[in-house]
T-cell receptor, first 115, second 112 residues
């Protein structure tokens, strides 16, 4: 079974530029999550999708971050414009369904450096 | 406030020695608890989880954890570590909903 795929793996941009990350979850997984992991910290949830609908985006900085999952499969996370403090690893995860005990499967992440 | 605390940011251990990585939580609601491992340049992988039932949970790679409600702890243990266990370990919980709250992580370094 293929795991969660993410691209690109690494990205370097200058502040005020825009960037987009792509995630393809495990086939058949209805729930998709985007996390931000700043160096030295644990991952922090940015947004959760159930199929193509948003379940929780309470910690997404909506003035600069946006995310979509139009067909309920793959997803894109965008930052526009980027700030220095956005330097982090962006992790995508998926689970078969929503639920407190469901296992989340993580992709390898995209490491973003904003200069 | 609901939170997950990992007191040790780094733990060095000799190869074949036992290890315990500590995790405490603070919550006024029932919790589900998880341990994830992150190898260098990789995503997180689930080691084990506690949902209910037996307080001793066995996971992959020889790891186990014990849920202690009175101590509000969920410490991770392994009786004998290997070089391949070098990684960062994260404790996490969902506090009454689906969102995972992670601790800050413990970096386990195995000394040959």
């Amino acid at each position: 079974e293929a795991g969660v795929a993410q691209s690109p793996r690494y990205k370097i941009i200058e502040k005020r530029q825009s960037v987009a990350f792509w995630c393809n979850p495990i086939s058949g997984h209805a729930t998709l999550y985007w996390y931000q992991q700043i160096l030295g910290q644990g991952p922090k949830l940015l947004i959760q999708f159930q199929n193509n609908g948003v379940v929780d985006d309470s910690q997404l900085p909506k003035d600069r971050f946006s995310a979509e999952r139009l067909k309920g499969v793959d997803s894109t996370l965008k930052i526009q414009p980027a700030k220095l403090e956005d330097s982090a690893v962006y992790l995508c995860a998926s689970s078969l369904k929503a639920g407190r005990g469901e296992t989340q499967y993580f992709g390898p992440g995209t490491r973003l450096l904003v200069l | 406030a609901q939170s997950v605390t990992q007191l040790d940011s780094q733990v060095p251990v000799f190869e074949e020695a036992p290890v315990e990585l500590r995790c405490n939580y603070s919550s006024s609601v029932s919790v589900y608890l998880f341990w994830y491992v992150q190898y260098p340049n990789q995503g997180l992988q689930l080691l084990l989880k506690y949902l209910s039932g037996s307080t001793l949970v066995k996971g992959i790679n020889g790891f186990e954890a014990e849920f202690n409600k009175s101590q509000t702890s969920f410490h991770l243990r392994k009786p004998s570590v290997h070089i391949s266990d070098t990684a960062e370990y994260f404790c996490a919980s969902n506090f009454g909903n689906e969102k995972l709250t992670f601790g800050t992580g413990t970096r386990l370094t195995i000394i040959p």
